[in-house]
C-alpha cells in the first residue's frame, strides 16, 4: 500500500519554496501524471476541494481515462456549479468516454520494404468479357473523331503559340479571370499545359519501374477490364504505378524538397493560435456551400492519399505558447508528434536525395476508401453474394469491434464520412441489383467488379462536374470542369440533363471531346498524387464545431451536436438513433467554413488522439508540409511558375492580418504554405480558394482523369457494360441522394440542381447568386 501521506509531502517538496506553482500543477507541467494522481488522492483523502477534484479528473483526462475523468469533474462542479472550467472538461470526458478516440483505428504499423517491393498480389479477378464486334457506322464515327481532334489539336498548339508566362500575369497574380471567355479557356489550357510538362517528378531513380518492379511481367487474368483491390496493374507495363504501398511523387523539384532545417521556426503551435485560430465572433460561413462540400472533400481525398505515422517512429516535440489552450487548460508545456513512416525502400544510391514517403492507399480515382486498398479488406467488406458490399438490416455500416464502421479506410472517422460511405456502399448495392437484372447468369465476382467500375465513375463525375464548380462557381470553370468530363462540344451544344460522357462522335480531343473515353496522357511520368497535393488539400477549417441536426419538415435544428461528439464510435451512436435522411437534410442546410486564416476549427485545436489527448491540428499541419519538404508559400509559388510576392502587403490589405503576419514571420519568404493560401485575399468571385491551391487544382483535376486507362481507352461499353455507361450518364450527387433515400425529395434538395448547394426551398433564395452562384450555370 502507497503510503499517501507520505507522498504528498514527498510531491510537495520537490516544488521550490520560491515555486508559486501548485505541486499537482507542477507535475502535470513535467508530465508526471501517476505522480499527480497519487498526490491529489493524498489531498482529496485529507480535505476534498474542488481544485482537487478538477485537477485530479484533468489528470484523467489527460491520461485518457475518460471515466475516471467525468466522476472527478462532476464531483468538482456539486462543489463550485458556476466554474466554466470543470464544465469544459466534463464536456470533454464525455466526449471521449462516448466516442472511444483512445482506440486507435486502424492500428499503426511500420512499412516492410520485403512487402513493398514484392510483386503484386494475386488480385482474384473474373476473367475478361468476350470484344464487342465494331459496327460501319462506330469505325467511322472513330475514324471521323480522329480526324476532328487532329484539327483541333493543331489549332489548340497554334493558339497557345501566342502565350507565355508574362500573358498569365497582372503583377504578382493570375489574370484568367479578368479576360474574355475564349481567352480565358485558352489561358486556363495554357497553366495546365505548362505544368503537365514542367511540375510532374517521378521519386524512383531514372529507369527504374514503380517501387522497383521487375519488367515484363505477366499480367494476371482480368486486369486488362477490372480495377485490383491495390491498384496495381492499371498500367500493364509498370504493374505499380499508382497502388497502395509506393512512394508519392512531387508536383515541384525534388532538389527542393528536403526537410526544413528547423521544423519548429516559427513556432507551429503559436501560428496555430495568432494566424489559425477560430475567433470568438464564431465561424466565417460559405453562404453558396452547405455542408456535404466539406464531408465530400476528405471523402475523396481519402480514396486518393494517406500517410502512415504515429510514436513507433519517433516524435517531434513541439513547445506550447503561454496562451495556448493545452496550456492553459490542461497543463501541458508540449504537444507530441509521432513522425511519418519512413520509406524502408530507398536504394543505396538515393542516400544524397531528399527522403521519400509511402502512400498506403492507391492513388487511382477507384473508391479505394469504399473498398479497401489491398485484396483482404476487400474480400472481408464483401457478402460474397450477388456482388455486394456489407450492410446492416437497417442499410447502414457494420461496426466492428473497435466501435468503428467497417469500410475500405475509416481513419479520422467522423459523421460526414459515416454518411457517405454508407451512401456509396449502398449505391454500390443498387448498381449491383441493375446488373444482375440485366445478366443473371453473372456470378458474385463479375458483378462485383463491374458495380466497383461503375460507382467509381459516379463518385468522379460527381466531383469533378459538381463539387468543383460548386466550390469554384465561375463561369469559365464551370464550363473547364464540364470540358474535363464531357469535351467543350457536349458542354456548349447539349443541356446539362442531355449529356453524354460517350456520344457518338467523340471528337479525339480532351478539351473538345473531353478527358473521359478519350486517349491516356501521363507525359512521360508515371502517375501519383503527390505531396504537394496532399498538403494543399488539408481544408479543415470547412468543418463547423457544432452541427444542427434537424428532421425533414423542420426549419429549425431540433438538436445542436459537437464535432467532437461524432467522431469514432460517436458515429454509429447518432446513426441508430438519428435517421440517415435527417442527417443528410441537415448537411444540406449547413453551410462550411471559409478557407481563410482564423477559421479552424477549435474542436480539432484541442482534438483527443491514442496517446495524445490534447492535439493541435492546425500545429501539426504546419509541422506536416515542413517535416515533408513541402516548400514554403514563396518558393512553392516560384516552383510552380507562379510570380512570388514581393510584400505582405501582396496578401492582404486588412491591417489586423498583416500585423498578425509580421508578428509571426521575419519576411514573406518564411510564410508556411498553408498560411500564405488562406491568407490570400486577390480570388475570383465566390472562389472558395487562392490560387496557389488552384495552380495544383489545374494540375492534378485532369490528371487523376487523364492518366487513369479506366478513365479513358477502357471506359467503353465492353469494360463498364452499356448500362454501366448510362448509369453513369444518368447520376449525379442528387440522384444518388435521392435513389437511396427518397424522403430527401421533400426536401429543398428537391429545388436546387447542384445538391451541394444549400437546400433552400422554394422562394426568393434560390435565385439569390449570394447563396446560388450556378443557378443560371447548371443549364
Same mark, same amino acid.
Request: with cysteine.
Given at each position: 500500500?502507497?503510503?499517501?501521506?507520505?507522498?504528498?509531502?514527498?510531491?510537495?517538496?520537490?516544488?521550490?519554496?520560491?515555486?508559486?506553482?501548485?505541486?499537482?500543477?507542477?507535475?502535470?507541467?513535467?508530465?508526471?501524471?501517476?505522480?499527480?494522481?497519487?498526490?491529489?488522492?493524498?489531498?482529496?483523502?485529507?480535505?476534498?476541494?474542488?481544485?482537487?477534484?478538477?485537477?485530479?479528473?484533468?489528470?484523467?483526462?489527460?491520461?485518457?481515462?475518460?471515466?475516471?475523468?467525468?466522476?472527478?469533474?462532476?464531483?468538482?462542479?456539486?462543489?463550485?456549479?458556476?466554474?466554466?472550467?470543470?464544465?469544459?472538461?466534463?464536456?470533454?470526458?464525455?466526449?471521449?468516454?462516448? #466516442?472511444?478516440?483512445?482506440?486507435?483505428?486502424?492500428?499503426?504499423?511500420?512499412?516492410?520494404?520485403?512487402?513493398?517491393?514484392?510483386?503484386? /498480389?494475386?488480385?482474384?479477378?473474373?476473367?475478361?468479357?468476350?470484344?464487342?464486334?465494331?459496327?460501319?457506322?462506330?469505325?467511322?464515327?472513330?475514324?471521323?473523331?480522329?480526324?476532328?481532334?487532329?484539327?483541333?489539336?493543331?489549332?489548340?498548339?497554334?493558339?497557345?503559340?501566342?502565350?507565355?508566362?508574362?500573358?498569365?500575369?497582372?503583377?504578382?497574380?493570375?489574370?484568367?479571370?479578368?479576360?474574355?471567355?475564349? /481567352?480565358?479557356?485558352? #489561358?486556363?489550357?495554357?497553366?495546365?499545359?505548362?505544368?503537365?510538362?514542367?511540375?510532374?517528378?517521378?521519386?524512383?531513380?531514372?529507369?527504374?519501374?514503380?517501387?522497383?518492379?521487375?519488367?515484363?511481367?505477366?499480367?494476371?487474368?482480368?486486369?486488362?477490364?477490372?480495377?485490383?483491390?491495390?491498384?496495381?496493374?492499371?498500367?500493364?507495363?509498370?504493374?505499380?504505378?499508382?497502388?497502395?504501398?509506393?512512394?508519392?511523387?512531387?508536383?515541384?523539384?525534388?532538389?527542393?524538397?528536403?526537410?526544413?532545417?528547423?521544423?519548429?521556426?516559427?513556432?507551429?503551435? /503559436?501560428?496555430?493560435?495568432?494566424?489559425?485560430?477560430?475567433?470568438?465572433?464564431?465561424?466565417?460561413?460559405?453562404?453558396?456551400?452547405?455542408?456535404?462540400?466539406?464531408?465530400?472533400?476528405?471523402?475523396?481525398?481519402?480514396?486518393?492519399?494517406?500517410?502512415?505515422?504515429?510514436?513507433?517512429?519517433?516524435?517531434? /516535440?513541439?513547445?506550447?505558447?503561454?496562451?495556448?489552450?493545452?496550456?492553459?487548460?490542461?497543463?501541458?508545456?508540449?504537444?507530441?508528434?509521432?513522425?511519418?513512416?519512413?520509406?524502408?525502400?530507398?536504394?543505396?544510391?538515393?542516400?544524397?536525395?531528399?527522403?521519400?514517403?509511402?502512400?498506403?492507399?492507391?492513388?487511382?480515382?477507384?473508391?479505394?476508401?469504399?473498398?479497401?486498398?489491398?485484396?483482404?479488406?476487400?474480400?472481408?467488406?464483401?457478402?460474397?453474394?450477388?456482388?455486394?458490399?456489407?450492410?446492416?438490416?437497417?442499410?447502414?455500416?457494420?461496426?466492428?469491434?473497435?466501435?468503428?464502421?467497417?469500410?475500405?479506410?475509416?481513419?479520422?472517422?467522423?459523421?460526414?464520412?459515416?454518411?457517405?460511405?454508407?451512401?456509396?456502399?449502398?449505391?454500390?448495392?443498387?448498381?449491383?441489383?441493375?446488373?444482375?437484372?440485366?445478366?443473371?447468369?453473372?456470378?458474385?465476382?463479375?458483378?462485383?467488379?463491374?458495380?466497383?467500375?461503375?460507382?467509381?465513375?459516379?463518385?468522379?463525375?460527381?466531383?469533378? $462536374?459538381?463539387?468543383?464548380?460548386?466550390?469554384?462557381?465561375?463561369?469559365?470553370?464551370?464550363?473547364?470542369?464540364?470540358?474535363?468530363?464531357?469535351?467543350?462540344?457536349?458542354?456548349?451544344?447539349?443541356?446539362?440533363?442531355?449529356?453524354?460522357?460517350?456520344?457518338?462522335?467523340?471528337?479525339?480531343?480532351?478539351?473538345?471531346?473531353?478527358?473521359?473515353?478519350?486517349?491516356?496522357?501521363?507525359?512521360?511520368?508515371?502517375?501519383?498524387?503527390?505531396?504537394?497535393?496532399?498538403?494543399?488539400?488539408?481544408?479543415?477549417?470547412?468543418?463547423?464545431?457544432?452541427?444542427?441536426?434537424?428532421?425533414?419538415?423542420?426549419?429549425?435544428?431540433?438538436?445542436? $451536436?459537437?464535432?467532437?461528439?461524432?467522431?469514432?464510435?460517436?458515429?454509429?451512436?447518432?446513426?441508430?438513433?438519428?435517421?440517415?435522411?435527417?442527417?443528410?437534410?441537415?448537411?444540406?442546410?449547413?453551410?462550411?467554413?471559409?478557407? $481563410?486564416?482564423?477559421?479552424?476549427?477549435? #474542436?480539432?485545436?484541442?482534438?483527443?488522439?491514442?496517446?495524445?489527448?490534447?492535439?493541435?491540428?492546425?500545429?501539426?499541419?504546419?509541422?506536416?508540409?515542413?517535416?515533408?519538404?513541402?516548400?514554403?508559400?514563396?518558393?512553392?509559388?516560384?516552383?510552380?511558375?507562379?510570380?512570388?510576392?514581393?510584400?505582405?502587403?501582396?496578401?492582404?490589405?486588412?491591417?489586423?492580418?498583416?500585423?498578425?503576419?509580421?508578428?509571426?514571420?521575419?519576411?514573406?519568404?518564411?510564410?508556411?504554405?498553408?498560411?500564405?493560401?488562406?491568407?490570400?485575399?486577390?480570388?475570383?468571385?465566390?472562389?472558395?480558394?487562392?490560387?496557389?491551391?488552384?495552380?495544383?487544382?489545374?494540375?492534378?483535376?485532369?490528371?487523376?482523369?487523364?492518366?487513369?486507362?479506366?478513365?479513358?481507352?477502357?471506359?467503353?461499353?465492353?469494360?463498364? #457494360?452499356?448500362?454501366?455507361?448510362?448509369?453513369?450518364?444518368?447520376?449525379?450527387?442528387?440522384?444518388?441522394?435521392?435513389?437511396?433515400?427518397?424522403?430527401?425529395?421533400?426536401?429543398?434538395?428537391?429545388?436546387?440542381?447542384?445538391?451541394?448547394?444549400?437546400?433552400?426551398?422554394?422562394?426568393?433564395?434560390?435565385?439569390?447568386?449570394?447563396?446560388?452562384?450556378?443557378?443560371?450555370?447548371?443549364?
Amino acid at each position: 500500500m502507497i503510503n499517501l501521506a507520505y507522498k504528498k509531502r514527498e510531491y510537495e517538496a520537490e516544488v521550490h519554496e520560491s515555486d508559486e506553482l501548485d505541486p499537482a500543477i507542477a507535475l502535470l507541467e513535467r508530465g508526471n501524471y501517476l505522480d499527480a494522481v497519487v498526490l491529489l488522492k493524498a489531498r482529496l483523502a485529507d480535505r476534498p476541494t474542488a481544485s482537487d477534484h478538477g485537477l485530479l479528473g484533468t489528470t484523467y483526462l489527460l491520461m485518457e481515462l475518460y471515466e475516471d475523468a467525468k466522476q472527478q469533474l462532476e464531483l468538482a462542479l456539486e462543489k463550485d456549479p458556476d466554474s466554466k472550467d470543470w464544465t469544459g472538461k466534463l464536456q470533454k470526458a464525455m466526449e471521449g468516454s462516448l #466516442t472511444g478516440v483512445n482506440v486507435q483505428v486502424p492500428e499503426m504499423l511500420p512499412f516492410h520494404r520485403e512487402e513493398l517491393l514484392a510483386p503484386p /498480389e494475386d488480385p482474384n479477378l473474373p476473367s475478361p468479357p468476350p470484344p464487342r464486334p465494331a459496327t460501319p457506322a462506330g469505325w467511322l464515327y472513330s475514324v471521323v473523331g480522329k480526324l476532328v481532334g487532329k484539327i483541333v489539336d493543331t489549332v489548340k498548339q497554334r493558339q497557345l503559340k501566342n502565350f507565355d508566362d508574362a500573358s498569365m500575369f497582372d503583377g504578382v497574380w493570375t489574370n484568367w479571370y479578368r479576360k474574355r471567355y475564349f /481567352e480565358a479557356i485558352l #489561358t486556363l489550357a495554357y497553366m495546365r499545359e505548362r505544368l503537365d510538362h514542367h511540375n510532374l517528378y517521378d521519386t524512383y531513380p531514372e529507369g527504374e519501374l514503380t517501387a522497383f518492379q521487375a519488367k515484363n511481367q505477366t499480367p494476371p487474368q482480368g486486369v486488362t477490364h477490372f480495377r485490383t483491390a491495390d491498384g496495381s496493374w492499371n498500367n500493364l507495363d509498370n504493374p505499380k504505378e499508382g497502388a497502395a504501398g509506393v512512394r508519392f511523387p512531387r508536383n515541384v523539384a525534388q532538389s527542393s524538397t528536403w526537410p526544413r532545417a528547423d521544423l519548429l521556426t516559427p513556432n507551429p503551435a /503559436e501560428i496555430s493560435q495568432v494566424l489559425l485560430a477560430r475567433r470568438d465572433e464564431g465561424m466565417l460561413k460559405v453562404p453558396f456551400l452547405n455542408l456535404l462540400a466539406g464531408a465530400w472533400i476528405q471523402f475523396m481525398v481519402h480514396d486518393w492519399v494517406s500517410h502512415r505515422m504515429g510514436s513507433i517512429f519517433g516524435i517531434h /516535440e513541439i513547445p506550447l505558447p503561454e496562451d495556448h489552450p493545452a496550456r492553459k487548460k490542461y497543463h501541458q508545456t508540449k504537444m507530441f508528434v509521432g513522425k511519418t513512416a519512413p520509406d524502408p525502400t530507398r536504394a543505396r544510391s538515393e542516400a544524397g536525395v531528399p527522403p521519400t514517403y509511402i502512400n498506403e492507399v492507391t492513388s487511382w480515382w477507384d473508391g479505394s476508401q469504399i473498398y479497401g486498398s489491398d485484396q483482404k479488406t476487400a474480400q472481408r467488406l464483401r457478402t460474397l453474394r450477388d456482388g455486394k458490399l456489407r450492410l446492416t438490416e437497417q442499410g447502414l455500416l457494420p461496426v466492428g469491434r473497435d466501435g468503428i464502421e467497417e469500410t475500405g479506410y475509416n481513419r479520422n472517422w467522423w459523421l460526414g464520412l459515416g454518411m457517405l460511405h454508407t451512401l456509396f456502399t449502398r449505391e454500390h448495392n443498387a448498381i449491383c441489383d441493375m446488373l444482375k437484372a440485366r445478366y443473371p447468369a453473372w456470378d458474385d465476382n463479375r458483378l462485383y467488379n463491374v458495380a466497383r467500375l461503375i460507382n467509381a465513375a459516379v463518385m468522379a463525375k460527381i466531383h469533378t $462536374v459538381e463539387w468543383t464548380p460548386a466550390i469554384l462557381p465561375n463561369s469559365v470553370l464551370y464550363d473547364g470542369m464540364n470540358a474535363n468530363w464531357y469535351g467543350m462540344a457536349e458542354t456548349l451544344l447539349r443541356s446539362r440533363k442531355d449529356r453524354r460522357t460517350l456520344p457518338p462522335l467523340k471528337i479525339a480531343s480532351p478539351e473538345v471531346g473531353g478527358i473521359v473515353g478519350n486517349a491516356t496522357e501521363k507525359f512521360g511520368v508515371p502517375y501519383g498524387l503527390s505531396e504537394e497535393f496532399t498538403e494543399v488539400y488539408r481544408l479543415h477549417e470547412l468543418l463547423p464545431d457544432t452541427l444542427e441536426l434537424r428532421r425533414i419538415g423542420s426549419s429549425v435544428p431540433v438538436e445542436h $451536436v459537437p464535432l467532437a461528439m461524432v467522431r469514432q464510435s460517436g458515429v454509429h451512436k447518432l446513426t441508430a438513433r438519428v435517421r440517415m435522411e435527417d442527417l443528410f437534410f441537415s448537411f444540406g442546410n449547413m453551410h462550411p467554413g471559409q478557407l $481563410v486564416l482564423n477559421n479552424y476549427p477549435n #474542436t480539432l485545436r484541442e482534438l483527443s488522439l491514442p496517446g495524445n489527448p490534447m492535439y493541435d491540428l492546425a500545429a501539426v499541419d504546419i509541422l506536416r508540409a515542413r517535416e515533408r519538404g513541402v516548400p514554403p508559400y514563396n518558393e512553392f509559388r516560384r516552383q510552380l511558375g507562379l510570380q512570388p510576392i514581393r510584400t505582405f502587403e501582396d496578401l492582404t490589405s486588412d491591417q489586423a492580418t498583416l500585423a498578425a503576419l509580421k508578428r509571426i514571420y521575419r519576411s514573406v519568404e518564411e510564410i508556411d504554405l498553408l498560411v500564405g493560401n488562406r491568407a490570400e485575399a486577390v480570388r475570383p468571385d465566390h472562389f472558395g480558394f487562392g490560387e496557389t491551391l488552384f495552380h495544383v487544382f489545374i494540375l492534378n483535376a485532369s490528371r487523376r482523369l487523364q492518366a487513369d486507362r479506366f478513365f479513358t481507352e477502357n471506359y467503353n461499353a465492353e469494360t463498364y #457494360t452499356p448500362e454501366g455507361l448510362r448509369w453513369v450518364d444518368e447520376s449525379d450527387m442528387k440522384a444518388v441522394l435521392l435513389r437511396q433515400f427518397p424522403a430527401l425529395g421533400e426536401t429543398g434538395l428537391a429545388n436546387v440542381i447542384n445538391a451541394f448547394e444549400p437546400w433552400d426551398t422554394e422562394g426568393a433564395d434560390i435565385g439569390n447568386p449570394a447563396r446560388h452562384p450556378l443557378h443560371t450555370l447548371d443549364r
